[in-house]
């Protein structure tokens, strides 16, 4: 199959899942090209163009750090192609990490997603579902309230501060587009400049005030998705604690965590159980889930990570069950043709 993979810059980018995925998809054969969102090009009338950077095929690959290499070299190719010669768009740019100058960037892999999913392309995750998903945090509060802590959101001082006393003067204040754990702030009686905290994440727009819940001390839980369903391999799942660093309640790996294994307890099932339903609806067929103990805390459904993480618990690399998966929906979509819509494809086994 023909593959796309959109990231937000290609000469900025990391090791992690998108490249894993990328270099699993290279290992099996198929055609694999990377794009940064920048490199759409529109003409009315006409297939979106791409330019568009692929690995040789003949290059000596042995890791995902080595593709991730080669992508960045001078030897890797340069080549426009168009949507007509793909069978899969992989959206995986992430809208929040880009920086000031870049705004133009946010919304370009989702908008030009919908033009090339119009076009006939597979896209992954549905690019109508990531439209309505943008803020995901805002599309977590359309999930049932028994799997989530309580919360507002809003602009308003005076209500962060009600909110505040009615939860026992202690609460986590974040951004509600943000990622990465940058901007959160845990609140207690103790703290003197709440008043600065609140304007400070105000300057980024509106601000989710949420339920603290003791529990996150030991860190929370990544649930990667597929379909809905937890991945398995080998009799392992895709889950993984990320466990806080010394004096620090946020448990990103951008900010020093570190990875632990981790069961899937019932608590995490029945969160599993009541998000899969809109997920699978949506269309979302790649999406993060993060919980603490009994509690679903964020829902990340633009650029779901942490695999890179997997090996240091003991955990299988889980790339080819996702690739494996795409393979399927290729093969769905040319025996189907037009008669299974994106979203439904989206999620189908």
């Known amino acids: 199959m023909n ?3 959109v990231l937000n810059d290609i000469e900025n980018e ?9 270099k699993t998809a290279h290992d099996r054969g198929h055609d694999v090209y990377a794009m940064s969102v920048g490199d759409f090009n529109f003409h009315h009338g006409g297939p979106i163009r791409i330019n568009s950077t692929q690995v040789p095929k003949d290059a000596k690959i042995d890791t995902a750090q080595d593709y991730l290499k080669a992508l960045k070299n001078s030897k890797a190719l340069q080549k426009n192609i168009t949507s007509q010669d793909l069978d899969v768009l992989f ?35 549905d690019a109508y579902a990531l439209s309505q998903a ?5 599309y977590f509060e359309e999930l049932p309230q028994e799997i989530k802590p309580n919360s507002i959101i809003t602009r308003n001082k005076k ?3 009600k909110f505040w006393e009615e939860n026992n003067k202690k609460m986590v204040l974040k951004p509600l587009e943000g990622s990465g754990g940058q901007n959160v702030f845990l609140v207690d009686e103790n703290q003197k400049n709440l008043n600065q905290i609140i304007e400070t994440i105000s300057q980024h727009g509106y601000i989710i005030a949420q339920e603290f819940l003791p529990d996150v001390k030991n860190g929370d839980v990544r649930i990667l998705l597929m379909n809905g369903r937890v991945m398995v391999k080998e009799d ?9 660093g010394e004096g620090e309640f946020r448990s990103n790996f951008a900010l020093g965590a570190s990875a632990d294994h981790s069961d899937l307890t019932p ?5 599993v159980e009541l998000t899969a339903p809109k997920l699978i609806s949506d269309g979302l067929f790649f999406v993060g889930l993060d919980v603490v103990d009994d509690k679903l805390i964020e829902i990340n459904v633009l650029s779901p990570g942490g695999m890179e993480h997997f090996d240091e618990v003991g955990l299988p690399d889980f790339t080819p069950v996702i690739v494996k998966a795409i393979e399927r929906k290729v093969e769905y979509k040319k025996l189907y043709g037009h008669q299974l819509k994106n979203r439904e494809l989206a999620c189908m086994e």
Request: glycine share 8%; net charge positive; proline share 1%.
């Open 91 to 125: 959206i995986r740019n992430n809208p929040t990490e880009e920086g000031s100058g870049r705004e133009w960037a946010e919304h370009a892999g989702i908008a030009f997603g919908k033009l090339v999913q119009q076009q006939g392309v597979l896209v992954l995750n």
């Open 134 to 138: 943008f803020i995901d945090k805002l």
């Open 159 to 161: 209500d962060i501060l």
């Open 236 to 244: 392992k799942q895709s889950i993984i604690r990320r466990v806080s």
């Open 14 to 22: 990391r090791y992690g899942t998108s490249i894993m995925i990328m």
């Open 267 to 271: 608590e995490m099932e029945r969160i």
């Open 3 to 5: 593959i796309c993979f």
